[in-house]
């Protein structure tokens, strides 16, 4: 049951299933080489893609040239593929348990398209044993075909990191897995075919899907120990960004920093792993003590900002507060699961004014999303700004423009402590 040199060959079609931030990148880059369908549910956002935009705004017209890639919702024309890559979101509810609507439907749809010899690679992120026990029955049922048998099976955990121009596909390691060792040697080669880093070939599919969880979870612990120690140097009465300087100097301390940890990997990733553990029957300690000081951290940043407006300039009810920033990261246009959104949530039920202003969030989106828009303009008279992400727009910004736009004694908190020893007039705070 080879596949590689068929694709190679272009007698057979690869398909890449979910066009969002991780798989259009896949898609595209493959589409240099290989013929290519791309397919997603939205018939909207498959329209951009077939006038060369991305929806995601990551990708620049330039980045869908030369491409052999047809953009498709139709389930006649994904039959066409062969070798089929499942890239959809796997987030989480509202109670943190992982929702596996998405990859569940996904595998519904190859179920209805698979045929004798065909491969399916999974890259959403899920916890091990996920693609084997939850995704794989869906697939032979619908089709009446076996894996192993009829078809093959993998799994390579994507790598895409949002906004990030260096660290892209071709140059990121790429770990793959396989149903048996001559599936995992197809699905290395296929990979290789774009990914110049070159891959890794793990042992088998649970390892490489817990390959993929403790990435996120070892980055979501570390950050919040940072920022629980912000807290505690907060008490002392020193600043946090001083303190990680100094310790950096030594050749072996790791260099995390403070902030909020929202998006759809760091803040979600560390829930799958636990929600399989307790499903073992062990309660994680470790893990989901960083998920609770990381989810709590919004509140920690509002109570900050209303208890500097009681002490230094009035009554919280009815001040005025800007926030900077709405998306979930820095100079993207991604909102899903940003805290910025649970910190004016906290701010509006302690009463203040709250205008949150963004130059790469779509105000549309945020309304579907959250109930409430950007708004329009920077304001005046302001009795806090929160610069909460530190877009390259808010980089430079001068103490008299921040002056401007504030009420006396307002305190300007800095998140990320890019203006940290940068203003002497405007009362200043940082995580």
Same mark, same amino acid.
């Given at each position: ?161 949002? &906004?990030? #121009?260096?660290?892209? @596909? ?5 770990? +793959?897995? =396989?149903?048996?060792? !001559? ?64 310790? &950096?100097? #030594?050749?072996?301390? @790791? ?5 909020? +940890?929202? =998006?759809?990997?760091? !803040? ?164």
């Amino acid at each position: 049951m080879l596949i590689y040199q068929d694709i190679i060959d272009k007698k057979a079609k690869l398909a890449v299933i979910g066009l969002g931030y991780v798989g259009l990148p896949i898609a595209l880059e493959f589409a240099k080489k290989v013929s290519v369908i791309g397919f997603d549910i939205n018939a909207k956002r498959i329209e951009m893609m077939k006038n060369g935009i991305d929806p995601s705004n990551e990708l620049d017209s330039s980045a869908f040239e030369n491409s052999d890639i047809v953009f498709t919702n139709s389930l006649d024309v994904l039959k066409e593929a062969r070798f089929f890559i499942v890239a959809v979101p796997t987030p989480v509810d509202e109670h943190n348990v992982p929702d596996l609507i998405p990859v569940t439907k996904a595998s519904e749809t190859i179920g209805k398209v698979i045929k004798k010899g065909d491969y399916v690679v999974y890259e959403s992120t899920v916890y091990p044993g996920c693609t084997e026990e939850d995704c794989l029955p869906i697939i032979e049922k619908l089709s009446g075909l076996k894996m192993g048998e009829d078809f093959k099976l993998g799994y390579s955990p994507e790598r895409i990191n949002p &906004g990030d #121009k260096e660290h892209t @596909l071709a140059k990121i390691i790429k770990v +793959v897995s =396989g149903s048996d060792a !001559g599936a995992l040697e197809e699905i290395a080669k296929t990979y290789e075919i774009v990914v110049k880093a070159g891959v890794h070939r793990a042992s088998c599919i649970k390892v490489a899907e817990a390959a993929k969880i403790i990435e996120n979870t070892q980055r979501d612990l570390n950050i919040a120990l940072m920022n629980e120690l912000s807290i505690i140097f907060d008490m002392i009465g020193i600043n946090t960004f001083e303190v990680l300087e100094a310790a &950096g100097t #030594k050749w072996n301390f @790791l260099k995390f920093q403070p902030g909020l +940890v929202g =998006g759809h990997c760091i !803040g979600v990733d560390p829930y799958y792993l636990t929600y399989k553990s307790s499903a073992l029957g062990y309660d994680s300690r470790v893990i989901l003590a960083g998920r609770v000081i990381n989810d709590e951290m919004p509140l920690y940043v509002a109570k900050k900002v209303v208890q500097h407006i009681i002490k230094h300039s009035k009554e919280a009810t009815g001040a005025r507060v800007l926030i900077m920033g709405a998306t979930f990261k820095e100079n993207v246009s991604d909102i899903r699961n940003s805290k910025i959104i649970d910190m004016v949530r906290e701010l509006r039920a302690f009463s203040l004014n709250v205008d949150i202003v963004d130059p790469h969030a779509d105000s549309e989106e945020l309304q579907h999303e959250y109930g409430f828009p950007l708004s329009p303009a920077i304001g005046k008279n302001y009795d806090a700004v929160i610069l909460g992400v530190p877009h390259n727009e808010y980089k430079d910004l001068s103490e008299d423009y921040l002056l401007s736009i504030t009420n006396p004694n307002a305190i300007f908190a800095d998140l990320k402590g890019l203006y940290r020893n940068r203003l002497s007039k405007l009362k200043y705070w940082s995580l």
